[in-house]
């Protein structure tokens, strides 16, 4: 069972504009959430997280918001460089002997096209 | 480079064959991870250690897999008698154990393919 979803396989965006990579999830136990991106022959680099005591974490053009009700979350990135054109990938991590971790989603590939 | 490394990058296998995969974390990283990656999929969780304890193992992890990390410091990844289904990005990852969560730092990876 897919415990982690996102489900848009890719996104498309204008440079200078919004992007919104979203991510659902099932397992109430998580109270941790990361994003990470991907280039190609690399491996995933750590982005952006967020705790489940929090809604909304920013760093600089990247804002992670958590809904906790819903068990959504959502990454921002504004505005959008093609440099950030990669592989993203929504990861949860539960608490407890569990931590540490990841559960990850099947990743989202954002294109920004200048 | 001071970051995650791993050996070699690419292997390519017979099926029935057994691999070896290498890991350096990053040197003060007391955690270390693995992970495995299929395409369009995301890492799944394979194994970790806490210095040279294995910790938990997941069940994708069958007895054909064994992991070691016999220092503390690097970790090595068996495959014995490879099948076409294990042809993967195996990825590594540390992390400093400092706090309850702690950013994992992920290797470039090792692709396997079983032919």
């Known amino acids: 069972d897919q415990q982690v979803k996102q489900n848009s396989p890719s996104l498309s965006v204008q440079e200078g504009r919004i992007s919104i990579l979203n991510c659902d999830y099932t397992?109430?136990?998580?109270?941790?959430f990361l994003w990470y991106k991907k280039y190609p022959a690399e491996g995933p680099t750590f982005l952006i997280s967020?705790?489940?005591?929090?809604d909304k974490n920013e760093d600089g053009r990247f804002t992670v918001f958590l809904n906790k009700s819903a068990k959504h979350l959502s990454l921002h990135i504004v505005p959008s460089q093609p440099g950030d054109s990669a592989v993203y990938f929504c990861?949860?991590?539960?608490?407890?002997?569990?931590?540490?971790?990841?559960?990850f989603g099947q990743g989202t590939i954002l294109t920004v096209h200048p | 480079d001071t970051g995650v490394s791993q050996d070699p990058r690419h292997k390519i296998t017979k099926r029935g064959q057994n691999v070896t995969f290498r890991c350096d974390p990053i040197?003060?990283?007391?955690?270390l991870y693995w992970y495995r990656q299929t395409l369009g999929q995301g890492p799944e969780f394979l194994t970790y250690?806490?210095?040279?304890?294995?910790?938990?193992k997941s069940r994708l992890l069958s007895d054909r897999f064994s992991a070691e990390r016999p220092k503390g410091s690097f970790s090595t990844l068996e495959i014995q008698r490879t099948e076409q289904g294990d042809s993967a990005m195996y990825l590594c990852?540390?992390?400093?154990?400092?706090?309850?969560?702690?950013?994992?730092?992920f290797g470039p990876g090792t692709r396997l393919t079983v032919l």
């Open positions: 990852a540390s992390s400093l154990d400092v706090k309850i969560h702690n950013e994992q730092f």
């Open positions: 250690f806490q210095n040279e304890a294995q910790l938990e």
């Open positions: 397992n109430s136990m998580f109270d941790y």
């Open positions: 990861a949860a991590e539960a608490g407890g002997t569990s931590y540490g971790k990841l559960t």
């Open positions: 040197s003060e990283h007391n955690r």
């Open positions: 967020i705790s489940s005591i929090k």
